[in-house]
Structures are given as C-alpha cells and as structure tokens.
C-alpha cells in the first residue's frame, strides 16, 4: 500500500485526525559558529511526551454550487483605510464577527477587519511612520502579522504576542528605505491561524516609494482568496483532507467577488495577491503575455514577459496588463499539481474573472526598473528541511508536519542569527507534495535551486519572503535580519504551519 493509498484508506474509514500539540522544553540555543550544521534534532519528532490530541474537524459535507455566488458584476475597488493623521499612517483595525450576505436570501458570519472583504487596503511611503490600533473583538486570540514587512519582531504580530479576546494593541512601525513593495497583513496566533484566515480576516498593505518609475501608470489590486461553503451558506470548519492538503474551498474569488469584469483601458499596472489558505494559482490570460514587473519585495531589476505565473500561497506579484488594443479575454488559473494526499477531486482550470481589454494611456515600460543590490559576502549557513510523518498508532491516523524533524515549540529557538550577518539558507521539501517557504522580517534572493540532481541558478534577481519548493527540491537564499528578536520561518499551507511545520530564528 503506497502513501496515497494509505491515506485514502484512513481517511474514508473515519479515522480520527490528530496532531502532537504538547510542547517540549526549550532546547539549548544554537552556537552560531555551529550553523552549518543546523539540522539538530533531524528525523524525530520532538519530545516524546508529545501526546496526540484531535484536531477541530469535520466530516465531508454537502457544499453550495458554484452558481449559488452572483458573478458577472464589475470589480470592486478595494477599500482604502484612512489615517487618522496627517503626520504619519495611523488608524484602528477592528477584527469582529459579521453577517454578511454573500448568497443571496441567505447569511453568513464570517470574521472580518472593519466588516470588510476583503480587509482594507493601507497605503503608505517608504520612510512613514505607521501606527495601527487593533482591537480583537473575537473569541480567540489573535495578532496582525505584516506578511513581508521589514519591521521590528515585536511588532510583527508573533504567535508569542497574542493579543486576548477583548483585547487591545497598538503596533507601531518605520517604514525605512528600499522598502516599496506589495504586502499584506493576517492573523497569526498559533494554532488557530488557520480558522481565523479561511473565515476572512486578510488585508492589504503597499509601500510605495516618491521615485517610483511606474507612477504614471493606472493601477488596479486583485486580491485572489477562496471560500468555502456548506449547504446552508456557512462556513465550515476543517476536514481531514483540509489539514492534510491545506484548505481549498469551491469558490475562487478576486477582491470577494466571483468572476467579476475587469476594464482594463490602454496598458495597466496591477498587483496580485495570492491570500488563499493553500490554493496555487497558475495565473494566464489567453490572448494576452504578461509583463511581470515586481514580486514580494517591489520591482524587479528588468520586465519579464511570459505566458503564465504561479503564484503560491503568500506571495504577491506586479504585472503590466493590456496593450491599448480592444479585446475580451478571462483570468485564468490554469491546472497544477502540487501533489496533494489522500481521496481528493481532480484538479480544474478556472476561470478567475472576464476581462474587458479597451483602448486608453499605453505609457512605456522602462528597461531597467531599479538596481537590486548584492547583500554582500555571506558569513554564516542555516539548514531547513520540510518533511511529514504519519502512523496508525492505536489505530488513530496522526500526521505531523515538521521542520528539522520537530513540531514548532513556542518555547525552542530552533536556530540563531547574528543582527546584519548575511546568511545563505539551504531550505530542503524531503517530502513527496509542494510546500511553500515563508520567513518573517525580510526579503531574501533565490541563488539557485536543485531537483533531480540538476542544479539552476536563479534566473534573473528579486526580492522575495515566499517561495515554492516542489517535492525533493532544495533551494538556496541569501538573506539578512537588520532587527533583534525573535522571527518565524515556515509552510504558508497555513493548515501545515497551523499543524507544527514552523520554527523560529532568533537573531541577537
């Protein structure tokens, strides 16, 4: 019985899906003259009086169809968060409970910020200060994580600094230099991430800088997030192919919207975010190439043309659409297997949203966006592996999604930097399916990669803190951490990070 079987196996038969959620004690910290050797603890699971105990999870159900959601309108702006200041961004964010009406005649509660989907858009400039209030009128704890933001750890929303149910905090934050770029903000208290982001709380945030080359061009934001939803307009909690595979739900929205128009008049720039759980989005435009001018961190160094992007979960791109000719075409997230497990539907292509291409403004690309600077000579390594583990242990199917062989401790530092060292990290999928590798508080730049023996350089330079790592591949980056504290690391499947596979960098 290979892997898939087995998973098969146990999962149609009812087996109760659990995961090891006692915490070790804290492991010594790492010598830093010791990274090349980061792997500590590779192969186990962590301690062994990690006792299984069961996930919040669901049986299949019946879901709505993908007809039972209006499509056809046109796209909805995103809605901009107004400062409150005229010296820096300050403003409240407000995660709540709300019923909102998504099928019509019928409700459903979704927890939003500011009663928004998806939440509001905040803008700032490269060298503002920014001071958000929030305010958790949820039952669970929680935090606001800025997703790609070069700020201090302790304003980073860490697991470690959950703010209470009925809870207030303020995060305050400078925006240095070099810092332009697409983000985007979302809870992450450990454990209940998961849950807290599939019923809606995700937002937006852009940099943006007083020398941008692009500025004169038209911009539009497409916020690509799914939704799932039961018979009676519900959302439902996790099922086991949820937490083996990371939740996908039957609706693929762009900006809360099924299908939507999209105008796009002359030659637009636009910025994608990828804010789904665990869907991977293979995005194309029959008819049309795609100018890609930016990524996680900001603009590249020189436009790319292509046919098709992938954008995993977590990361964000800037492209130029249209070309000032008329034309009718559709946004497209093609087919691409990331090697799920278990009894799962085949994947489709789907068709995001129509777009109508008119004449309008065609402003020319620049050559040359911007110079992306070398970090410099790299002083120190770090190793990390993803991998699974699953048994049947008195007969209850437990799965465990690790890195270096251990379930995330709140309590470990599983490796430690140097403030401003530049570091090469070595990050390894020893597992059969795709995960994708996020780190907190920087950006970093792909060197190279290998799978099957060959290895390839990075083909062009770019900032990024997501990047795809497909079964057996390992990919190397080079990164440094400008701030002291303590940082994440981890799958951003949130239903994998949710389930242990992250681990923290301390950096003194």
Partial sequence: MNRRQFLFS???SGALLCLPTAWAGMDPAMDPAMDHSAHHGHGTHGSAAAMPQPLKTVAEMPLLPESALPAGQPLQALKVLNSSSANKMAATLTAAAHEVELVPGKKTTMWLYNGQVPGPLIEAFEGDEVEIRFVNQLAQAS???WHGMPVPPEQDG??????????EHVYRFKLPKNCAGTYWYHPHPHGDTPEQVYRGLAGLFIVRSKTDPLAGFTEQHWVISDLKLAADAS????TANDWMNGREGQFALVNGQREPVVTIAGRQRVRVWNACSAR???????GQKITVVGSDGGLLEKPRVVEELLLVPGQRAELIVGDGSSAKTTLKALVYNREKMGNVAPEVERVLATLQLTAGPTPKVPATLRKIADFGRAVAMKKVEFSETMSMENGVHSMAFLVNGKSYDMNRNDLVSKVNDV???????????????HIHGTQFM???SELNGKRQDAPYRALQDTINLRPYEKVRLKMVQHDKGLRMFHCHILEHEGQGMMAQVLIK
């Fill in 143 to 145: 935090t606001i994580h």
């Fill in 446 to 448: 792909l060197l190279d």
């Fill in 235 to 238: 959302i439902p909690d996790n």
């Fill in 158 to 167: 860490n697991p470690h600094d959950a703010v209470p149910a009925g809870g």
């Fill in 280 to 286: 991977y989005l293979r995005l194309a435009i029959p």
């Fill in 423 to 437: 570091e090469v990290w070595e990050v390894f999928n020893n597992s059969h399916m795709d995960h994708p590798f």
């Fill in 10 to 12: 146990s999962t149609a």
